[in-house]
């Protein structure tokens, strides 16, 4: 894309489309005198795509704005995934994407090491007892006590942003850290150990927590399934703050109905929201957060600083842009 295919700063026009999240507010605090709006709905997010230079979405894109989008020229993900674009058909458009990887890095890190924490030390069911009105007594049966986190071993799946805060904070905690990485030679001290992707089946009988970070790829969907969850200890903890692709469902509800592995920690599922009927709400030993790890306070206004970057890119000409996937 060359500079004069991008529109000048006075005639560009920024789509903000998400239900929940102020981006369009909190845009509009730093008056910086560009033209942008909001829709909430993936309905008006189609009508009003043919005004849009600059789309900011993620769950109510469609590939098929691609065709109404005329004016389309870069789409700015609100998340840091980015497996519901069709790449190809942004690159044939002439359209640049970039994600929102690391806005929420802190907050999704200190998730994964909050599941561990309530998980480890039974908070989901004290907070049970607590509605029971019941004051639990004291517990005989070590193996069945709260443990803490010290000396235990932490098998993160991904070290990219989330990931690498999540090993650094295990070692806080006084925990033994291995991750996987597709490219061992570029890795720092987050971890006390770092393999190749391929080296998970000698590293899951190890681990007391597995804690996917990865993204959502060919080689990880269903990357924990029947077989995996078989190579993990009987007192291991899953914990997801990834993709929910990553895990099979039905392996997992067979895991911890049986007592495969000792609890799980799920953010993210295949079919979310999940339906009332679905057998995990009752499952004593998972603990569910709403697809929320990521949320901050602070996300619309970590996004709109990655935004304006790449638009003062754009309009100096600079197609190196920060995060770009196309």
């Known amino acids: 894309m060359t500079q004069s295919q991008f529109p000048r700063r006075d005639d560009t026009t920024i789509h903000f489309s998400h239900s929940a999240y102020q981006m369009a507010s909190r845009f509009a605090a730093r008056d910086l005198g560009i033209r942008h709006f909001q829709t909430d709905t993936a309905e008006a997010t189609r009508e009003r795509i043919s005004e849009t230079d600059v ?8 590939d098929t704005l691609l065709q ?16 519901q674009y069709d790449l190809d058909g942004l690159r044939d458009h002439g359209v640049l994407l970039c994600n929102a990887s690391g806005v929420n890095a802190d907050a999704v890190s200190h998730h ?134 990553c895990v099979d469902p039905l392996a997992l509800q067979d895991a911890l109905a049986n007592g495969v592995i000792a609890g799980a920690g799920i953010d993210h599922f295949k079919q979310e929201p999940l339906p009332p009927n679905s057998p995990f709400w009752a499952l004593d030993n998972l603990l569910i957060t709403p697809h929320s790890a990521g949320e901050t306070r602070k996300y619309e206004d970590n996004v709109i600083d990655i935004l304006v970057a ?17």
């Open 310 to 326: 790449n638009l003062d890119k754009l309009w100096a000409g600079n197609t190196d842009l920060n995060n770009r996937i196309v």
């Open 68 to 83: 109404e989008a005329t004016r389309l020229r870069y789409v700015q993900s609100i998340s840091a995934g980015y497996d």
């Open 112 to 245: 994964a090491i909050g599941l561990a924490l309530a998980l480890i030390r039974h908070l989901p069911s004290a907070r049970d007892h607590q509605h029971q009105r019941r004051w639990r007594g004291m517990i005989s049966d070590i193996d069945q006590r709260e443990d803490d986190l010290v000396g235990h071993t932490m098998l993160v799946i991904g070290l990219g942003a989330i990931g690498k805060r999540v090993a650094r904070l295990a070692q806080a905690f006084g925990m033994h850290t291995i991750g996987t990485k597709r490219d061992t030679a570029t890795h720092d001290d987050s971890c006390g150990e770092v393999h190749a992707p391929e080296a998970l089946p000698t590293l899951l009988p190890r681990a007391d927590f597995v804690v996917l970070c990865c993204p959502l790829t060919e080689a990880t969907t269903d990357l924990i399934d029947k077989d995996t969850i078989a190579l993990m200890k009987s007192s291991a903890y899953l914990i997801n703050v990834a993709r929910g692709g």
């Open 55 to 62: 789309l900011v979405v993620s769950g109510f894109w469609r």
